[in-house]
């Protein structure tokens, strides 16, 4: 089955920092979704990629789908508490129509 | 007016027990989902309805039957609870085919003691 790998599995910055986790997957994708997950709720999704090569904004977020089709970056610049959770992936293959396989989360944490 | 909704969002019950979580959403979606969360935070998914029809249906031992009465409920229900049943249950739902973006209820946390 598909495999993703996402890293890093946590870490640890300062306010202010910009950070970046990135998945890669053993197959191709057609889609990258990239989620936030807060403590106690479900997974709210951030940003959505479609196309090999795109790379997409959302306020401070920013992800871009790689030119191969198996990996995908997230950035956040200047990091703020609020940013505190957890980060997933998840890719939807060429032929799972609707099914999105889930990297195993990045956990942040952002010290004031 | 929450989209997708879950309940309980608690359930504590013991082993041997059968239970029931119950999903809605009002985003007339297509597609709904039922994933685990387990204690390492991993996410995987559990069963997938279009339209009411099981399209996908994981490695999921018989005890756990979802059942879909129409395109906006997808309930999960549970027999002879273990305790490697315990985990976080979210529900999702989707726009279906090729757009998989997901909203996920809030979770339903289940401990079997």
């Known amino acids: 089955g598909q495999q993703l790998n996402q890293s890093p599995q946590s870490m640890f910055i300062q306010e202010g920092e910009d950070v970046s986790m990135n998945c890669t997957s053993s197959s191709i994708f057609n889609t990258w979704l990239w989620y936030k997950q807060d403590p106690g709720e479900g997974p709210v999704l951030l940003i959505a990629l479609y196309k090999a090569g795109e790379l997409t904004s959302n306020g401070r977020l920013t992800a871009q789908f790689g030119i191969t089709r198996k990996d995908s970056f997230l950035n956040i610049s200047a990091s703020i508490p609020s940013d505190v959770g957890i980060y997933f992936c998840?890719?939807?293959?060429?032929?799972?129509?609707?099914?999105?396989?889930f990297g195993d989360g990045t956990t942040l944490t952002v010290k004031p | 007016d929450t989209a997708v909704s879950q309940t309980p969002k608690y359930l504590v019950t013991q082993m041997g027990n059968d239970k029931s979580i119950k999903c809605e959403q009002n985003l007339g979606h297509d597609t709904m989902y039922w994933y685990k969360q387990d204690s390492k935070k991993f996410l995987k998914i559990m069963f997938s309805y279009n339209n009411k029809e099981l399209i996908i249906n994981e490695t999921v031992p018989n005890r756990f039957s979802p059942k879909s009465p129409d395109k906006a409920h997808l309930n999960l229900h549970i027999n002879s609870l273990e305790l490697g049943d315990s985990a976080v249950y979210f529900c999702?739902?989707?726009?279906?085919?090729?757009?998989?973006?997901?909203?996920f209820g809030q979770g339903t946390r289940l401990t079997v003691v």
């Open positions: 998840a890719g939807q293959g060429v032929a799972n129509a609707g099914k999105s396989t």
């Open positions: 999702a739902s989707s726009q279906g085919g090729a757009n998989s973006e997901a909203f």
